[in-house]
C-alpha cells in the first residue's frame, strides 16, 4: 500500500501524555484534560479505546456528512454512531477490531447501505486502519 503524502496540514492535535493507561493526558491548547486508567479497571480515568471510539464516530459522522452531500442526500437530524473498540490478543500480541453501529433514521437501508461505504472510504480515521484492524459497519 502506497502511503499518501499530504498536501495541506488542515489541523494538528496535540496531546502530552504521562503515566500511560495509568496517567494523564492534556491537549496543548488546554480543551483536553483526562484522566487515564486501564480497560476495565475501577480508575477514575478513561482509556485509550474510548478516546480512539468517540474519536472515530464523530469522525465518521462528518464523513457521512461529506458522502451525504456529494450523493445529494440530507442527514437525518438524529444520526448517531455508536463505536465499539475492542483490544484483544491473537498469539499473545495485542491487536484492536472496531464495529461502528450506524443509526440513520428514516433513510432507505439502500440509500443507508451506499452513504456508509462511501463515508467509509472518506474518513480519514477509516483510512488509518483499512487493511490493518477488523471493522465492521452495522446499519440499526
Known sequence: ??????????????????GGRNGESHSSD??????LSAPGSAGPG???E?????GWSACFIGAMS????????TLPADTAVDAEIDLGLTNNAFFLQ?????????????LANQLTEKAHQI?????????????TLRLL
Not at 474510548?50 to 468517540?54: E, I, V
Not at 474518513?123 to 471493522?135: I, L
Request: charged letters at 20%; one cysteine or more; hydrophobic letters at 45%.
Open 1 to 18: 500500500m502506497m502511503i499518501t503524502a499530504i498536501e495541506k496540514v488542515v489541523y494538528t492535535g496535540k496531546t502530552h501524555t504521562t
Open 30 to 35: 488546554g480543551r483536553l484534560a483526562v484522566k
Open 46 to 48: 478513561t482509556n485509550p
Open 50 to 54: 474510548q478516546l480512539l471510539a468517540a
Open 66 to 73: 461529506k458522502a451525504a452531500a456529494e450523493l445529494n442526500l
Open 98 to 110: 472496531v464495529r461502528l453501529n450506524i443509526s440513520l433514521p428514516g433513510l432507505d437501508p439502500l
Open 123 to 135: 474518513c480519514p480515521y477509516s483510512k488509518a486502519t483499512r487493511d490493518n484492524v477488523a471493522v
